[in-house]
């Protein structure tokens, strides 16, 4: 009876203290907690999409200061508010795009568009003109601003910067006239860091946005970045072109970025970009073409020339021609010591490199993945991609080609997505390594693998075992290293996990 008693008396004090906290949460602002268990293949960015948060939003809540350290099953507080107001919000115009169109897009009617930006019954939208969709007071009443032109090279197709030199060729603004690129705080950023990150000094950043003190600023704070251009068209779009997308609008090196053409006629398209010959995706019909592009680590900053070639079926051709800008990564720095010295040969990394190009190059016409990518182990990431590295003293002349995970030999190794099995051998510097073909270009990498469990030429599924972690060829320890390549240039493999391509 007395253990009942006590159980009874423990169960009435657990619903106290459950209707306290109510109480308190619903005294607070409105404010409502709710609790979210990590599942496989989450991340904190994905699992703030799913409560219309900030990943920083839910970090914070959660004293996280990396963004990239949560495990399976971690139980995150989730922090939700009630009756918000609506933010404000601007939509940039993009080629082929209408008052009618932009407005069915945001569920608005065309004179509910036209009535928040002061705009005429008959007037017609630009490239790169920024309609209000939502007021705030965030915003500011919209100026109309003409397209203008610009003069600049683009004739280069090797993979070099474009000169700032003067030229006699004229060009429209694809972008935004009174562009501004901007930085978005996160946790654990400094001005000094953020300057690194994109090739400019502290005091360049405090003078664009009049900081007082560079020391004092805060997560989601947006910094404009100076020096960095919107894409330039070299002329019109052509008429059978309903829409020309960009995504990003600045590639970065060692990331993704994607093209979208949509025709009104069929057409064949063809392109180069960095020198090299573009792989393009086409619809069923060709009217809807995607490229994706991997940006080469230590791609030097500057404007590149984008080049596309579109055929119809009489056999008409027709261009697009863009000037892209590129930054830089900042990626950060990292100093290593490896025992192994014969490891760090330049020819013995040269080779190895050249077996993953040549591994990755193949382009395969299915395409077998069709979400984003999942993570590849419940383990605690703990490198990233794109770190400059030092091994032994030397120069920071070497990168992180992919993310690292920290997990106990054995740790099962699991396919990031559906795919075909294209590798699985022990090479001198990735150790135990398995490459996996996802279709249209795209290939992972494990490695560092204390056993293969797959053959080439096998179809595995998302979350299949493949592998258990180890630490084998140049490693310092038990771990799965992971990387994404694109085409035969390795990229970051996070970003495929944040986003959906194409």
Request: glycine share 8%.
């Amino acid at each position: 009876m007395k253990t009942l008693g006590a159980l009874i008396y423990f169960i009435l004090l657990c619903m106290f203290l459950s209707f306290s906290c109510l109480l308190l949460a619903q005294g607070q602002n409105n404010s409502v907690l709710t609790v979210h268990v990590v599942q496989r293949g989450e991340n904190l960015f994905r699992i703030a999409l799913q409560y219309d948060l900030f990943a920083n939003e839910v970090a914070k809540a959660n004293g996280i200061t990396d963004n990239d350290s949560i495990v399976v099953g971690q139980r995150l507080i989730i922090p939700l508010l009630q009756d918000l107001p609506d933010e404000p919000l601007r939509h940039t115009v993009l080629a082929g795009e209408t008052i009618h169109s932009i407005a069915t897009a945001y569920g608005k009617t065309a004179n509910e568009l036209l009535s928040l930006n002061g705009l005429a019954e008959d007037a017609e939208v630009y490239v790169g003109q920024r309609l209000v969709i939502v007021p705030g007071e965030l915003e500011a009443d919209p100026k109309p601003t003409s397209v203008q032109s610009v003069a600049e090279e683009t004739s280069p197709s090797s993979p070099q910067p474009i000169s700032a030199g003067a030229t006699n060729q004229s060009r429209l603004i694809l972008g935004d006239p009174d562009f501004a690129f901007f930085h978005t705080v996160e946790a654990g950023d400094t001005v000094f860091d953020i300057g690194m990150r994109f090739n400019l000094a502290v005091s360049d950043i405090a003078k664009e946005n009049n900081l007082q003190d560079p020391t004092k600023i805060f997560i989601g704070q947006r910094l404009v970045i100076p020096g960095i251009e919107p894409p330039r068209l070299a002329h019109d779009l052509p008429d059978i072109v309903a829409s020309f997308t960009i995504d990003p609008l600045i590639l970065q090196e060692g990331r993704t970025g994607r093209f979208k053409v949509h025709t009104t006629v069929p057409v064949e398209v063809s392109g180069m970009f960095l020198g090299q010959e573009l792989r393009i995706i086409a619809n069923e019909d060709n009217t809807r073409h995607n490229v994706m592009v991997g940006i080469p680590m230590f791609t030097e900053q500057g404007v590149y020339p984008l080049q596309l070639n579109l055929v119809d079926q009489e056999a008409t051709s027709v261009a697009i021609a863009a000037n892209l800008q590129i930054i830089a990564g900042g990626y950060g720095y990292q100093t290593i010591s490896i025992n192994n010295s014969e490891l760090l040969s330049p020819a013995v990394e040269n080779e190895e490199r050249a077996l993953m190009v040549r591994a990755t190059s193949p382009f395969t016409e299915e395409k077998y993945w069709n979400a984003s990518l999942s993570l590849p182990a419940a383990a605690t990431m703990n490198a990233r991609f794109g770190t400059l590295r030092s091994y032994n003293g030397s120069a920071y002349d070497r990168y992180h080609h992919g993310v690292d995970f920290a997990g106990a030999t054995g740790t099962p190794v699991l396919a990031a997505a559906d795919g075909v099995v294209v590798l699985a051998d022990a090479l001198k510097i990735r150790g135990r390594t398995t490459i996996i073909d996802h279709g249209w270009g795209l290939y992972t990498a494990y490695a560092h693998q204390n056993s293969i469990q797959v053959s080439p030429g096998e179809q595995v599924t998302s979350g299949q075992i493949i592998g258990a972690i180890g630490s084998t060829g140049r490693s310092t320890g038990p771990h799965l290293h992971w990387e994404v390549w694109l085409n035969g240039v390795n990229v970051d493999p996070l970003q495929w996990v944040q986003q959906v391509f194409p």
